[in-house]
C-alpha cells in the first residue's frame, strides 16, 4: 500500500506506475502542490508556536516585574487565532492527501505486462488447469443453506434486515 511518505519520494515511479495501469493522472498530479502547501502551512503554523512559546515567557517575566504585559496578550491573542485558522487548514489538507493516497492502487510490478484490458493482458504461466464440472457448481451459500448452516430468514429477523 501507498504512504505519503512514498508518494512523495518516488512521486515519478508512482505516477508512471499509474498511468501503466490506465489509472487517470488528475488526481495523483494534484499531490505536489496540496504537499507543498502543507508543507508551508506547516512551516508558518510552527513559527507562530515557536513565538506564541517565547512571547509567553516575556509576558511572564513582565508580569513578575510589574511592568505592561497588555499589548503583548493582545497580540498574542491574534497569534493564537491565526493558528487556529492554520491548524484547520491543516486538518484540511491532510485528510483531502490522506483521501488522495488512499484512493491510488498498488504499484504494479515491472516485470507485469502492460495491458488495460483483460483481453490486453498476457497469460504468463498457470498453475494448475481449471476444473471441470459434470454439474452446475453451486454457491457457498446454497450449500450452506442446504446443509442446514445457515438460516438467512432467522438471520433477518435478528439484525431487522
Known amino acids: 500500500m ?3 511518505k512514498q508518494l512523495r519520494n518516488e512521486y515519478d515511479l508512482v ?7 490506465g489509472m487517470p493522472l488528475e488526481d495523483i498530479q494534484r499531490f505536489p502542490a496540496l504537499d507543498n502547501s502543507r508543507r508551508e502551512l ?8 515557536n513565538r506564541r512559546n517565547t512571547v509567553s515567557q516575556e509576558v511572564a517575566k513582565l508580569k513578575k516585574s510589574g511592568e505592561d504585559a497588555e499589548p503583548l496578550i493582545i497580540e498574542m491573542r491574534d497569534v493564537s487565532d491565526r493558528i487556529s485558522s492554520l491548524d484547520e487548514q491543516l486538518r484540511k489538507l491532510e485528510t483531502e492527501l490522506q483521501d488522495l493516497v488512499l484512493s491510488l492502487p498498488n504499484i504494479p510490478h515491472e516485470s507485469l505486462p502492460v495491458g488495460r ?21 453451486k454457491t457457498h451459500w446454497d450449500i450452506a443453506q442446504e446443509l442446514g448452516i445457515l438460516d438467512f430468514e432467522a438471520a433477518a429477523k435478528v439484525t431487522g434486515s
Open 2 to 4: 501507498l504512504d505519503m
Open 117 to 137: 484490458s483483460e483481453a490486453e493482458n498476457v497469460e504468463i504461466r498457470r498453475w494448475a488447469e481449471a476444473p471441470a464440472f459434470s454439474f452446475e457448481p
Open 15 to 21: 505516477e508512471n506506475a499509474m498511468a501503466r495501469r
Open 42 to 49: 506547516l512551516q508558518v503554523n510552527e513559527q507562530l508556536k
